[in-house]
């Protein structure tokens, strides 16, 4: 890239403060623009980087930093992506409908709902405004509650701190899939200049009745405790919203002894004591568990910021991890899948189907089979996961991916819920509880019944994106034949349904993919072991874990980036 400030760049940028509404914005990119133009190579890269093309609105909506230009999130990325969602709205038939529009607690989130429920009212639809920072499966519930067209939250879920994002839900509060993607993406790129674009007052607010059903939709996921059997819950919102409904919501489903890590309880978009606001994170959940160990908690509850995925952490008594470990997605989609169809009423769910994702864990398909259900693996995405089966999802009663994400009331949230996860995850603490059993006693049971499953990742970043296309193309030509010393019983190219690959012998199985958004090469790995009557799960476990250990190192060498 040239370090010298071009004429078309410095003419694209002047162009772009003269239609930016807001004036913080414009000063942002005038002071780019302005050491550009004294010749300071950073800035020249900074100005072409902003300049450099609009974000991408894809099935998820748009995410990407906070900073003037159209390559980054600003009041007029906001304001012209807001004015194309109503001119798709339009013209497929719900002029004139009620769009939902909710926000989290990053910074500008609420200025920036604010403008695109103003756009919306322009336009001649009926909004409704969050009163305030809200999770977003609450959007997602009010879409479906209030049989609104369509919904907007904004967040940038458990993105870094410097972004922000869009995301939609279409009728039914399911997220858009392609080519809805591509015609709100054309629709977008012909609104007119920010400026010129109306936004009038007349948005109202949320009625009160969304949240508080929300609230007890939740609630009613979980049986009345039994007697003598309370469950102390340690909870973090890492510096998100979901906090007080999340407490809200277990303290009405019974659970009222609810612990919440004090230096995350408060919304905090600068997400002052995490580096990543992600409880994937190493080190993410690190207060979560002290606080958990601290007070004898049964049960540890980890929500990302926007409160849509959830962690679970339980007392496992290894003293390397001073006695508390967090679940994998895979683990945590197995207990809670297991547990929805054990106590799911066959009259009103007579057909149930459950689903995960083509780089999970197979675990949840040996349990739907055990309890007579079906099952369906979709590409990787909740806009898929909730759209199983005939592509309609008819019949979902529970869904997860392994970054933890699960859908645990598809009929009232067609998303993933991390606060009524955490409501069921506390169900089955209790029931298990009552019995004299512990979740470690339900992994077991699991094991001993469908197999020992051991999952894990393998993430190649990259600072070259060329690599990564190079790398398919040269996996897809010179696949590996063996892993671990076996021979393959499958390689199958996941095209043209998704850019993937498919390894497998007897015991392994690896998935090899381009991340969807962001720069990484990334390999879903899975050791599973048989598990014999009177087998040792702990020596299994090890030996899996020692498998899986080879399996990321031998993958490394073949993926070799």
Known sequence: MSDRLTPDLRDAAMRWIADDPAADDRAELQRVLAQAMAGTPEAVTDLADRMAAPLTFGTAGLRG???????????????????????FLRATGDAGGTVVVGYDGRRRSAEFATDAAAVLVGQGFSVLLAPGPLPTPVTAFAVRALHACAGLQVTASHNPPQDNGLKVYLRGGTQLISPQDAQIERAIAAAPAARSIDVPSGATTWPEEIVTGYLDRAASLARPLPAGTPVRVALTPMHGVGGEIAVKALHLAGFTDVHVVAEQAVPDGGFPTVPFPNPEEPGATDLLLALAARTGAAVAVALDPDADRCAIGIPDGHPDSD?????TGDETGALLGDHVLRQLDRTAHPDPLVATTIVSAEQLAAI???????????LTGFKWIVRAGDGSGTGLV?????????????????????????????????????AGHTVSDRLDELARAHGLFVTGQLSVRVSDLTLIPAAMRRLRAHPPTTLLGAALTESTDLLPRTDGLRWRTDRVRVVVRPSGTEPKLKCYLQVRAPVGEGANLGELRADAAAELARLRDEVAAIIGL
């Open 398 to 434: 529970f869904g997860y991916e392994e970054a933890l994400g699960l859908c645990v009331d598809p009929d009232h949230v067609r998303d993933k819920d991390g606060i009524s996860a955490a409501v069921l995850a506390c169900d089955l603490v209790a029931e298990l509880s009552a």
């Open 65 to 87: 930093p906070l900073r003037a230009g159209p390559n980054g999130m600003n009041l007029t990325v906001v304001r012209r992506a807001a004015h194309g969602i109503g001119t």
């Open 323 to 327: 006695g508390w470990r967090m679940l």
């Open 368 to 378: 739907a089979e055990a309890h007579g259900a079906r099952y369906d693996e979709t």
